[in-house]
């Protein structure tokens, strides 16, 4: 489950529907490579799910953002990264979106 460092990942930049599951995201990849890694993002940027193709079998991973939203790229391209990458994509949360500002005064964290 996501260790390994030589593993393919696909970035699909822009968002998915994320009511799609295991079998509507295999259906969008097409045909997923064994041991390939694929990610998603919802429209909200607050929705991310990964899903791990292994030939007989597949993990989806989801993880929702309660606070901020995820940097993630527009457009409507696959990009190949590392799993490294990946990983500190999804662990980017924007702080930006966080704060409401009045000035120089923050007024409220969310």
Not at 5 to 28: P, Q
Not at 69 to 75: M, V
Not at 84 to 99: E, Q, T, Y
């Amino acid at each position: 489950m996501l260790e390994e460092n030589s593993r393919k990942v696909y970035l699909y930049s822009g968002w998915t529907d994320m009511r799609l599951g295991i079998f509507g995201l295999i259906r969008l990849v097409g045909k997923p490579e064994i041991g390939g890694v694929y990610a998603f993002c919802g429209k909200n940027r607050t929705t991310v799910k990964i899903l791990e193709f292994h030939g007989t079998y597949a993990w989806l991973h989801t993880k929702k953002v309660l606070k901020g939203k995820l940097n993630w790229p527009d457009g409507k391209d696959v990009a190949s990264l590392d799993l490294g990458s990946l990983k500190l994509l999804i662990d980017s949360i924007d702080i930006i979106n966080r704060v409401e500002l009045k000035g120089d005064k923050i007024l409220h964290t969310y």
